[in-house]
C-alpha cells in the first residue's frame, strides 16, 4: 500500500522531495506489520511530525542556557511543532512500525513505537542541539547529518573524556578569573559566559588533526583572544601576563592591544600525540576584516604544500553574533569558499553567540532568524548548540570536524551562550540589558554546572575539582612572578607568520639586481607571443591572433609595451623559481583587453592554454585567476596569501583604481600598518588603474592622495645621503607608492619586490591609454644587466642637454607627462621646459630631486599633475619638496614613549613642554606681561629670504569630485593644465 500524502517536490533531486518520497516508501513498508489496519490518518501525522523535527526542529531546540530567549528570534509556538497539533490517540503511541533504511533512529532496531520514534526524533533535533540541515542539495549530505545525530547513543562518551572536558573547561574559568583579579580595571575583552568555546576549539582541533590535519589557521574577534592564545595555542602565561605591565618595547614598531595580538605556535597534541602547527591572526577591532586575510593564507599554505585537497592545512574562523550577519565581508569570504583558486576546502565557523552586540538586541541588529543564516547560500549546516551542555558542544565539534574532513565544505557551529560582563569589564550592561544581566548574575557559571553533573555521575570527586582548579591557580601565579621581572615587552614574540630563515645572513640594505640577460628576455617574449603548440587544433580568436603577431613583431625589434614588459617581469620570476599570482576582477584577460594571460578554444568549452606557464620545463608556478566581483574579500584574501611565503609575488588588481576603496579597512588596518602593529611585512602588490581620460568620477582615480597620506615618512626630514640611501628609504618606510610611465619600470619595480632584502607593500598606480600609447615603450636596453628602477627619469631631451637654457622645470608623474611632453613639442618649447619624471612617489626621491632642482638653478620649478589640487600627489610633494631645496628644519620625535613618573597629567605636560619648549613659554609669559602693563605685544612677520626657492603647482582646483563627467569640460581642463605646464 502506497499512500501519498503531498504532492512531492518537481525537482526530485532536492532533499525536502527525496524525504517525502522516502517517508512515502516507509509508509507503503510499514502497513503489512500493521495488518493493514492502520489509518491514513496516523501514518500521515507520523511523517508529518518526523519531517518537521528535521527540517523544523531547531526552532524549539533548547538552546539558550538563560532560557529568556529563542535563538531565531521568534518566541511563538510554530502549531506544526506542538505535539497536539497531530491528534495522536493513545492507542497509536504503542503501535510498532517498521522502520526504513532511510533513517537512523533505531539503531540495530528494525522498529519501534510510535512512542519512541517521537521520543528519539524530539532527542536528536530539539533538545540542546538545534540543526538546519535539509537546505543542502545532497541526499548524500543530509544522510550523514542525520546519522550523525539520530544513531542512538552517538552523544555518549567515557568518563576520561568527560574529566578532559572539565580539566580543559576549568582552565578557560580559570584564566578570566585570574586576569579579573589581577587587573581589575583591565580592559580584556574576557570570554565569560562562554567558556566553553576553548573545549570546543580544542576537541576541533584534536579530532582534525586526528584525521590528519598538521596545520591551522585561525581568526577571531578580540573577544576572549587571550584565553584562546593562552589555553589553545598555549602561549606562554607571563608573555601574555607581561602585556598588561606598562614596558616598553624591545623591538620597532607601534604595537597593539593585547587582544588584537597574533601568535604561531608548534606544539605536540598530547590527545592525538601527533605535531600541530597553530597560527592565530592578529587583526584589528575591525569585526571579520580578518575572515579573508585566515583563508588567503590557508590556501597559501596548502599552495606551497601542495595540499590539494586541503587535508593538511585548514582554517578555523571564529565569529560574534552581531558582527557575522552585519558585516558584508562575511558574505564576500563566504563566497570565496567553493572558488577553484580561493578554496581552502572547508573552514569550520564558530559563533560566540552573546545574543547581543555591545548593547544592540539582536530584534534590532539583524533581520534574518539566526545570525547564521547567512552561511546557508553555500550549504553549509548550521549547528546550533546551547553553552551550558558541554557534552552536546564536544559532539557538534566532532561532526563538524568530520564533516570537513569528508565533503571538504564549510560548516557553521553556533555555540548560544550569553555574555557575563558587558562589553568590556569596565562596561555597565544593566544600562540597556536590565531583564537579562539580573538574569546572568543569578545564573551559575557553565563550570560548576558541569561539575555538579560529573559529581552526581561519580566521575569525579569535589577534590579532584579543587585540584584542577588548584593546579592551574599555581600555574598562573608563576606566570605572574615570571611576568614581573620582565622589563620589555618583544613584539617578535606575536608574529603570527615567521618566516624560517629569509633574513638570515642578509645584508639588510643590499637589493639583487634586476636587469637580465637579453636572451632570457627574447625568450619569455617570444614564449609569450605564440599561439598554443597545438594551434593546428586550438582556435584562438582572429584578434588575438593580430595581437599575438604584434608582440613577436616586438620582441624582434626589442621593444615591449606594458603588457609585454609585466609578462617579461613574471616570466623572469617564474625562471628564477619565484611563484607569481595575480588575482582580480577580469586579470586573465585584462580590463582594459591588453593581459590574455589565458587563451580561449573559439570552438570548445573551457579549453585554455596560458602561455606564462609554459616557458621553461622547471619553472615556478603561475597562478593568474579572476577572483568574485568583490574588493574587500579578494583583497584581504590575497593579502593573507602574501603573508606566508617571501619568495612569491602576489598581485592584486582592481578593475578601476576607483574600486580601491571599497576595501579601505584591508589597506588601512593591514597593508599600511600590518609591519608596525604586529611586526608582520607583506609584498603584496596592488595594481591600481589610475588616469584622467574623460570616463567621468568613478573611472579616473585609484586616489592616489590617500596612499601618501598614510606614508610613514617625515615631510621634514632629508636623510643622510648615502650609497644605500635608495634602499634604506624603502627599509624604513611602510609602503612604497610609485606611478610608473614606462614598461620598463614596471618591469623593474615588479622585480625589485623580490630583489629587496626584506618585504613591503607596493602600492602601483597603473595607466590605461599608456597601455597602447606610441610612446610608452621600452627598449630592451632598459631591461638588460646593469639597469635597474629608475626612482625619477630626468629629461634626456634639448633641456637636459643645456641645463643653463631652461626657464621652466616641470615635474610630475604617471600619464599626464606624454600630454605635457606633446604640448610642449607644439610649442617647440624642448630646449626652454624640462620635464622629470617623479616614478616613486613615496619614499620621496630627495637625493635625485635635489640634484635635478640643482641642474637648473635659475628655472622656474613647477609641480603638474592631472589630478585636482585637493587630490592626486601635490599636498605630498609639496613640502618634502621645500625640504629639498632648502634644508630639512628641526624635528622633534614625540612618538617615542616618554618616562614620567607622574602619570598621565605630567606626561601631557611633558608632552606640551617638549611641544613648545621653554623659548615659547618665555615668549607667552612676556606678552603676558606686556599685556598687563598696557601695551601691545610686538607682530612678527615672517617672509621667506629672497634666495629661497619654492615649488608652484599646476594643475586642476580644488574639488569634491574626482573628475568631471563631461567630455567637454575635461577637454577643457585638461587644455587649461597644458597651457599652464607649457607657459613661460
Known sequence: MTIFLFRASSDLTRPEATWQLSWIRWASCMAPTMKLTLSAKVLHQMWWCASICWIRGHHIAQLDPLEINSADLDDSQLPELLFNSYNFEESDMDRVFKLPSTTFIGGKEKSLTLREILRRLELSYCRHIGVEFMFINSLEQCNWIRQRLETPGIMEIDNAQKRLILARLTRATMFEAFLARKWTSEKRFGLEGCEILIPAMKQVIDKSTELGVESIVMGMPHRGRLNVLANVCRKPLNQIFTQFAALEAEDDGSGDVKYHLGTYIERLNRVTNKNIRLAVVANPSHLEAVDPIVQGKTRAEQFYRGDTEGKKVMSILLHGDAAFCGQGVVFETFHLSDLPDYTTHGTIHIVVNNQIGFTTDPRHSRSSPYCTDVARVVNAPIFHVNADDPEAVMHVCNIAAEWRNTFHKDCVIDIVSYRRNGHNEVDEPMFTQPLMYRKIRNTKITLDKYAEKLIEEGVVTNEEVK????????????????????????????????????????????????????????????????????????????????????????????????????AMAIGSLLKEGIHVRLSGQDVERGTFSHRHHVLHHQTVDKATYRPLCHLYPDQAPYTVCNSSLSEYGVLGFELGFSMTNPNALVCWEA??????????????????????????????????????????????????????????????????????????????????????????????????????????????????????HPEARSSFDLMNEGTEFLRIIPDEGPAGTNPSGVKKVVFCSGKVYYDIKKARTDKNLEDKIALVRVEQISPFPYDLIKKECAKYPDAQLVWAQEEHKNQGAWYYVQSRFQTTLNGGRPVTELSGPVEVPGGRAQEQGGLLRRLFGADEQERQASAKSSSQAGLQPETQTSSLPSNVRTISYCGRPTAASPATGSKAQHLKELNALLEDATGI
Open 655 to 772: 578593475q578601476f583604481g576607483d574600486f580601491n576603496n571599497t576595501a579601505q579597512c584591508i589597506i588601512d588596518q593591514f597593508v599600511s600598518s600590518g609591519q608596525a602593529k604586529w611586526v608582520r611585512q607583506s609584498g603584496l602588490v596592488m595594481l591600481l588603474p589610475h588616469g584622467m581620460e574623460g570616463m567621468g568620477p568613478e573611472h579616473s582615480s585609484a586616489r592616489l592622495e590617500r596612499f601618501l597620506q598614510m606614508s610613514a615618512d617625515d615631510p621634514d626630514y632629508f636623510p643622510p645621503e648615502s650609497d644605500e640611501f635608495a634602499v634604506r628609504q624603502l627599509h624604513d618606510i611602510n609602503w612604497i607608492v610609485a606611478n610608473c610611465s614606462t614598461p620598463a619600470n614596471l618591469f623593474h619595480i615588479l622585480r625589485r619586490q623580490i630583489a629587496l632584502p626584506f618585504r613591503k607593500p607596493l602600492i602601483l598606480m597603473t595607466p590605461k591609454s599608456l597601455l597602447r
Open 467 to 566: 585540584d584542577v582548579k588548584e593546579k592551574y591557580e599555581k600555574i598562573c601565579e608563576e606566570s605572574y612572578a615570571a611576568a614581573r621581572k620582565e622589563t620589555h615587552i618583544k613584539y617578535k614574540d606575536w608574529l603570527d607568520s615567521p618566516w624560517s630563515g629569509f633574513f638570515e645572513g642578509k645584508d639588510p640594505l643590499k637589493m639583487s639586481a634586476t636587469g637580465i640577460k637579453e636572451d632570457t628576455l627574447v625568450h619569455i617574449g617570444k614564449r609569450f607571443s605564440s599561439p598554443p603548440p597545438n594551434a593546428a587544433e586550438f582556435l584562438v580568436h582572429k584578434g588575438i591572433e593580430r595581437i599575438l603577431k604584434a608582440r613577436m613583431e616586438m620582441v624582434e625589434n626589442r621593444t615591449v609595451d606594458w603588457a609585454l614588459g609585466e
